[in-house]
Nanobody, 123 residues
Framework: QVQLVESGGGSVQAGGSLRLPCVAS????????MGWFRQGPVKKREGVAV???????TYTDSVKGRFTISRDNPKNTLYLQMNSLKPEDTAMYYC?????????????????WGQGTQVTVSS
């Protein structure tokens, strides 16, 4: 069983930045494809960014150039650096993991989910 714990959410004004870490309790972290998803008010959950086992990254179009996903395998930690935040980025952000996967943002089907961390961007 994999446990994923997100943190770093909060309230910020438009144009600001936040960094979300996600710590995974798993022995074989490097075998997992990792991703960030989000669900805003009255919206469906959507993929934000994915990083593969070998560091290849993919992003949804609305965050390209503003968000950066990264991973620190020795620390079992996934990050999402969010810059130039917009009110439409307001959502609950979830960390997700899929083992032995070469998925991209379009194909990731997570096996495990975190509980989420709320991000609120005011105009």
């Amino acid at each position: 069983q994999v446990q994923l714990v997100e943190s770093g959410g909060g309230s910020v004004q438009a144009g600001g930045s936040l960094r979300l870490p996600c710590v995974a309790s798993v022995y074989t972290y490097s075998t997992y494809c990792m991703g960030w998803f989000r669900q805003g008010p009255v919206k469906k959950r959507e993929g934000v960014a994915v990083i593969g086992r070998y560091g290849i990254t993919t992003y949804t179009d609305s965050v390209k150039g503003r968000f950066t996903i990264s991973r620190d395998n020795p620390k079992n930690t996934l990050y999402l650096q969010m810059n130039s935040l917009k009110p439409e980025d307001t959502a609950m952000y979830y960390c997700a993991a899929e083992q032995w996967s070469t998925a991209t943002i379009a194909t990731m089907t997570p096996d495990y989910w975190g509980q989420g961390t709320q991000v609120t961007v005011s105009s």
